[in-house]
């Protein structure tokens, strides 16, 4: 199939090359001036321009509406909602300009094309048009600035402390979650404790006793969470399309970002009519050869219904009074 559509290109462009030869040759044969074979050319031109403008602009539409069903649903978080508003803002300005600019670039060709006997009029300058495109686009540009810095500074800040806090650890190629227990504080980890029974490198001390792990992400709706993003070995990006949250995890560091989901799985379905949709979080950086396979499944739940998931998941450490005491001699448990 691929060497039958080189093939056609082939043959088209030959075809119009062919075209073209004859036209210039009966232009040569018909005895016009160079004036006249303008003047007769120059408003078929003009108008198939227009045609060209209008068929476009058709299917620049036509196009956007026929895609949107593979757009992703509504932001299922507090600040996704805000992030679309933002987008949406951006994508009307820039839809706008681009139809008013080609509106205008044709209209221009169509208006002042080739008339015999007629010279371009010389408009060197005019300030108040200067004025009027140099400040318009200044005033719209600087508010989208301090728009979206706003709105960037709540959605980055990482200081807030009414969070569920939970870790997401990545590596090639899949996550794990760690979730803070009772006190709502995350043991410490360091990469020297990663062992084959330690795989998050999880100090041993009293704030870890409490703290679960998982292979799915499960949320409470209308909770905050704290997500503490850590890699053990190259830059992987935690991706949740559906809450409009991206944020790279980072060898050697701890990255955060807070945010509040809003709509639950099962609600989700409804709104899609889709049984079987799932919240996912993949891996938006490419980290290897099995990048593609890097994802784990999200769940947003009821209180209830998280409270009865959590107290199914493993502990990282097995409970021991004596480690909670600071001396730690217990074994932690294996990640299948």
Known sequence: MTLLYILGIVFFIVVMVRIMNVINLSEELSGETPDEQIARETPINAMGLLIFLGIGLILF???IKAY??????????VHGKQTDFLLDVNFIIIIAVFVLTQIALFWFVWKYKYRKGEKAYYYPHNNTIEVIWTVAPTIVLAGLLITGLKSWNEIT???RKDGMNVQIYSKQFNFVTRYSGKDNTLGQSYFMNISDDNPLGVKKEAAAMDDKIANELHLVVNKPVMLHMNSQDVIHSMYLPHFRTQMNAVPGMTTTFYFVPTITTSEMRRKLNNPKFDYVLLCNKICGVS???MNMKVVVESPAEFKVWLAGQKNVFAADSTLASGSATTQPLTIN
């Open 61 to 63: 539409f036509v196009t």
């Open 68 to 77: 949107m069903p593979y757009m992703l649903p509504e932001a299922a978080s």
């Open 157 to 159: 800040d990482n200081q």
């Open 291 to 293: 990048h593609y396979l």
